[in-house]
Nanobody, 118 residues
């Protein structure tokens, strides 16, 4: 059984900040690559940020310099620190876990709503 649970979403004003968390119920969290995706109404889900098991990161151009992804393997948790938020960041944010090795498989959280509005 694998479960990803996001939290930390909410309503913020433009220029504000939020920190999203994703808690993973897995046996060996450290072997998973983790990522944050988002989906706005009427649009396809897109990658926001990703972090590998080796802690290397990559970001969508639209959030580069504003968002930071990190992980704490002792807590089985991945974070997304979002600063200088813009209305265009409004979306449901989803956590994803990617297990490689002999039995590769992807897992998705249920999503958390982020709304940036004055």
């Amino acid at each position: 059984q694998v479960q990803l649970v996001e939290s930390g979403g909410g309503l913020v004003q433009p220029g504000g900040s939020l920190r999203l968390s994703c808690a993973a119920s897995v046996i060996i969290f450290s072997i998973y690559a983790m990522g944050w995706y988002r989906q706005a109404p009427g649009k396809q889900r897109e990658l926001v940020a990703a972090i590998t098991s080796g802690a290397s990161t990559n970001y969508a151009d639209s959030v580069k310099g504003r968002f930071t992804i990190s992980r704490d393997n002792t807590k089985n948790t991945v974070y997304l620190q979002m600063n200088s938020l813009k209305p265009e960041d409004t979306a449901v944010y989803y956590c994803r876990g990617d297990r490689g090795g002999s039995f590769p498989r992807n897992y998705w959280g249920q999503g958390t709503q982020v709304t940036v509005s004055s």
